[in-house]
């Protein structure tokens, strides 16, 4: 398997803040790789060092099969990024903005293929100041795309769309992904990843706390959460051992034990877990 991304020991410092601590993980073809964690995590700068934006500490990338600290031109064809925010372009038409960008690669989409792929093909003559904040994410997406990029990095790309708008935002990642297309995508959010990512790598200080898929991520949930209401109003526990939770509430309180509820952890709380901030 020759992998599209390979990371070993990737660290990065900023000072004395060390914003990566040692990561490793690798990317096969056609993946969406989702990285997941709160602010601050390291995710941008990951994405940077990838990218060929930022140069790394130390550690061995590999990007494509070259190393993105020493980016060549026919490299930089071969990947997309749509960064975090991006500059405004305000007063340019949709299409033509969409246009100068492929200029700037050998083999680009058509504009007018572009914009439909991310549903824009009706705004091609709209002035980009006059796209909602959704739009312009999703213009952000046709210039990431236009060059027919095999790896495309999208850093946080739903933040500000409402849940429509994401959902239609997903459906086309997935269907970027089902063309070959290897995606990684930075998120806050965990349904996000949950819903599209083949692996998800949660990041918190710099450091990977798990690198599972999403089915495995929730498959760890051994705790339960035991909850009932007490003479002193609603109480819960959570526990692995729910038997002995129930035992003790029966003694306490015989078999008349108000509102009682067992559930799973979530996969919310597993997460938080994960990265240390327990509900
Ligand atoms: N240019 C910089 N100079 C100094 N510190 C930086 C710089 N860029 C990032 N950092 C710090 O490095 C850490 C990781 O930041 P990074 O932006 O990579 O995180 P992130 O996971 O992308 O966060 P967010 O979700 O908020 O975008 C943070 O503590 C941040 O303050």
Not at 63 to 88: E, F, H, M, Y
Not at 121 to 133: I, M, P, T
């Amino acid at each position: 398997m020759s992998w599209v991304v390979e990371v070993e020991g990737l660290v990065k410092r900023y000072g004395r803040k060390t914003a990566v601590d040692g990561v490793s993980f690798r990317i096969a073809p056609g993946e969406v790789f989702g990285l997941l964690g709160p602010n601050g995590a390291g995710k941008t700068t990951i994405v940077q060092i990838l990218a060929g934006l930022r140069q790394r500490g130390s550690g061995q990338v590999s990007v494509l099969g070259r190393d993105p600290a020493k980016p060549r031109r026919a490299w930089r064809d071969r990947i997309g990024v749509v960064p975090q925010s991006t500059n405004d372009h305000a007063d340019w038409r949709v299409g033509e903005l969409v246009g100068l960008f492929g200029r700037f690669f050998a083999d680009p989409l058509p504009v007018s293929e572009a914009l439909a792929q991310v549903g824009l093909a009706d705004e091609h003559d709209q002035l980009v100041r006059k796209l909602s904040g959704g739009q312009r994410r999703r213009l952000d997406v046709a210039i990431g795309v236009v060059g027919r990029p095999e790896l495309l990095f999208l850093d946080e790309p739903t933040t500000g769309f409402d849940p429509e708008a994401r959902r239609e935002f997903w459906r086309f990642v997935r269907e970027l992904s089902g063309r070959g297309t290897a995606i990684l995508l930075t998120t806050h959010y965990l349904d996000e990843a949950e819903q599209l990512a083949d692996r998800v790598c949660v990041l918190d200080r710099g450091v990977i706390r798990q690198l599972a898929t999403p089915a495995e991520l929730g498959a760890h949930r051994d705790d339960a959460v035991v909850s009932w209401t007490g003479p002193a109003g609603p109480e819960q526990v959570r526990t692995d051992d729910v038997n002995a939770v129930l035992r003790g509430l029966v003694d306490r309180f015989g078999w008349q034990v108000q509102d009682l509820q067992v559930r799973r952890l979530s996969l919310e709380e597993r997460y938080l877990d994960l990265i240390g901030r327990s509900s």
